[in-house]
T-cell receptor, first 116, second 111 residues
Framework: SQQGEEDPQALSIQEGENATMNCSYK?????LQWYRQNSGRGLVHLIL?????REKHSGRLRVTLDTSKKSSSLLITASRAADTASYFC????????????????FGQGTILTVHP | DGGITQSPKYLFRKEGQNVTLSCEQN?????MYWYRQDPGQGLRLIYY???????QKGDIAEGYSVSREKKESFPLTVTSAQKNPTAFYLC??????????FGQGTRLTVV
């Protein structure tokens, strides 16, 4: 089964609105990453948050991580039509001591559509 | 120009054939990964490798094989034992515990 599960599966908003996507995972992690995929293309890395961090910002992106709830959220502020894509969370799985297995697993993704 | 290159972009396989997908990186990354993506779905991990001459099975390794003879290269063979190979295959590389860089993918179709 997938390590990460995104919610919602699909999100449709108007330009200028904020978009929030959530990710839940099952096991200990070393870090959690968010990626973007345009249709039929490879994935592009957006942001990485380590297990000892709670919040991180990059431009219009804000990521939070709650390791006690095994969940993360990605907020895109002031969305644009060009933000239309699929967004995936990925977890770098670790053992209970926090050592990475070097195994990067992805969730099902959220399809974001931003209408002009 | 550093990056990760997958070839070919499109590949057609006849029933019962083995085919090999190429993945090369010049980023000096130690870790490399192969994922499968079905339409409208997430990425499922097939195999991953942290160092040369070593690799581990991911969640859906049955019907696939890999090798890691060189740091730069991580080819994936889709064998005839893979009963439903039609999918989009993505290769990625990363430094240890860092962000992954993806190739543009190979779309495999069984004809």
């Amino acid at each position: 089964s997938q390590q990460g599960e995104e919610d919602p599966q699909a999100l449709s908003i108007q330009e200028g609105e904020n978009a929030t996507m959530n990710c839940s995972y099952k096991t200990s992690i070393n870090n959690l990453q968010w990626y973007r995929q345009n249709s039929g293309r490879g994935l592009v890395h957006l942001i990485l948050i380590r297990s000892n961090e709670r919040e991180k910002h990059s431009g219009r992106l804000r990521v939070t991580l709650d390791t006690s709830k095994k969940s993360s959220s990605l907020l895109i502020t002031a969305s644009r039509a060009a933000d239309t894509a699929s967004y995936f969370c990925a977890t770098d799985v670790a053992n209970a001591g926090g050592t990475s297995y070097g195994k990067l697993t992805f969730g099902q993704g959220t399809i974001l559509t931003v209408h002009p | 120009d550093g990056g990760i290159t997958q070839s070919p972009k499109y590949l057609f396989r006849k029933e019962g054939q083995n085919v090999t997908l190429s993945c090369e990186q010049n980023l000096n990354h130690d870790a490399m990964y192969w994922y499968r993506q079905d339409p409208g779905q997430g990425l499922r991990l097939i195999y991953y490798s942290q160092i040369v001459n070593d690799f581990q099975k991911g969640d859906i390794a049955e019907g696939y094989s890999v090798s890691r003879e060189k740091k730069e290269s991580f080819p994936l063979t889709v064998t005839s034992a893979q009963k439903n190979p039609t999918a989009f295959y993505l290769c990625a590389s990363s430094r240890f515990w860092g962000q992954a860089f993806f190739g543009q993918g190979t779309r495999l179709t069984v004809v």
